[in-house]
C-alpha cells in the first residue's frame, strides 16, 4: 500500500511559478506510476501529468503542456510538478496519486492523497 501526501501548494499570481510535492510513504515508491489531478470548484476532477515509475515516461494533458513539468526523485520517494506561467484557470485542489502501471491518461489509479490548494490571483 502506498500513501501520499501532497504539499506545497499556496498563493501566486498569474504569470508566477509554484512547485507542488508528493511524497510516498511505504515499500517499492519507484514501481509506482504517479499522476497529478486538479479539481476546481463545482468541476470535475481533472488530470494534469503524469510518470513512470522510473521517470522515463511522462505525459501532460494539454492545457499545462510546455508550462508544467513532472519530475520524480525516488531516493525521496517524491513526486514534484512545477508549474510555470500559470493562469487563473490553474486555480483548483491538486490531489496526486499512485497506479501500478503507467497510463497516458486518468486511469489506473488505486491509492490517492489529499490534495493542496493552488490558488492564482489575476
Known amino acids: 500500500q502506498v500513501r501520499l501526501v501532497a504539499s506545497g501548494g499556496g498563493l501566486v499570481q498569474a504569470g508566477g511559478s509554484l512547485r507542488v510535492s508528493c511524497t510516498a510513504s511505504?515499500?517499492?515508491?519507484?514501481?509506482?506510476?504517479i499522476g497529478w489531478f486538479r479539481q476546481a470548484p463545482g468541476k470535475e476532477r481533472d488530470f494534469v501529468a503524469s510518470?513512470?515509475?522510473?521517470?522515463?515516461?511522462?505525459y501532460y494533458a494539454d492545457s499545462v503542456k510546455g508550462r508544467f513539468t513532472i519530475s520524480r526523485d525516488n531516493a525521496k520517494n517524491t513526486v514534484y510538478l512545477q508549474m510555470n506561467s500559470l493562469k487563473p484557470e490553474d486555480t483548483a485542489i491538486y490531489h496526486c496519486a499512485a497506479a501500478p502501471k503507467f497510463a497516458a491518461g486518468s486511469s489506473g489509479y488505486d491509492y490517492w492523497g489529499q490534495g493542496t490548494q493552488v490558488t492564482v490571483s489575476s
Open positions: 511505504g515499500r517499492s515508491f519507484s514501481t509506482y506510476a
Open positions: 510518470i513512470s515509475g522510473r521517470g522515463g515516461s511522462t
